[in-house]
């Protein structure tokens, strides 16, 4: 089946622009987690959704960063006034309620100039 | 903050060879799991290893789980240039699907044809 899709890519913003990154978790999945991976690190944990319910944003680095969930599924993580140190890959993964293992998508490479 | 560390931070080997690498960890986890990134691409699960168990086998891959020591250690037997990756440790401290994972900062394979 079709595992986690993020879009775009790779996403080049202009210091101080809006960004919006999609995630598509897997067909089912009501746990949804956002993380960041800087380069050379290991991903670090943003914010976590179970259905359309935020549980746990204490990874959010600040209040320029914003995640939703409307309906439960698809997921948007936005950042406002987009800095440098924003410059990161974000990394989307979903879970089932039967399982513990994260299913990654392939990330967004954003890179902030 | 990281969770775990890995070691060593860079490992190179012969196509062949088994590859040992390490991670600990600071607190108590339920479980421990074990990730690969390709350059430029999302996480892959490998493995998953709960708190009460001590050791897993799946296909090449052996891994060991000591919470005595807080340490966990993945072998891949018989490498393949195919494996040559980043490796990441990973562990969460709830129950259920619903734990946000920390990771490590990852350790860099190359298996050398």
């Known amino acids: 089946g079709a595992g986690v899709s993020q879009s775009p890519r790779y996403k080049v913003a202009k210091r101080g622009q809006d960004v919006a990154l999609r995630c598509d978790p897997i067909?089912?999945?009501?746990?949804l987690f956002w993380y960041q991976q800087a380069l050379g690190q290991g991903p670090e944990f943003l914010t976590y959704?179970?259905?359309?319910?935020?549980?746990?944003k204490s990874g959010l680095p600040s209040d320029r960063f914003f995640a939703e969930r409307p309906e439960g599924s698809v997921s948007t993580l936005k950042i406002q006034r987009t800095q440098q140190e924003d410059s990161a890959v974000y990394l989307c993964?979903?879970?089932?309620?039967?399982?513990?293992?994260?299913?990654f998508g392939p990330g967004t490479r954003l890179t902030v100039l | 903050s990281q969770q775990g560390e890995e070691d060593p931070q860079a490992l190179s080997i012969q196509e062949g060879e088994n590859a040992t690498m390490n991670c600990s960890y600071k607190t108590s986890i339920n479980n421990l799991q074990w990730y690969r990134q390709n350059s430029g691409r999302g996480l892959v699960h490998l493995i998953l290893?709960?708190?009460?168990?001590r050791e897993k086998h799946s296909g090449r891959l052996r891994v060991t789980l000591d919470t005595s020591k807080k340490s966990s250690s993945l072998l891949i037997t018989a490498s393949r240039a195919a494996d040559t990756a980043s490796y990441f440790c990973a562990t969460d401290g709830m129950p259920g699907a619903n734990s946000k994972l920390t990771f490590g900062k990852g350790i860099t394979l190359s298996v050398r044809p």
């Open positions: 993964a979903s879970s089932s309620p039967v399982e513990d293992t994260q299913y």
């Open positions: 959704f179970q259905n359309e319910a935020q549980l746990d």
């Open positions: 067909s089912g999945h009501v746990s």
């Open positions: 290893i709960r708190s009460n168990e």
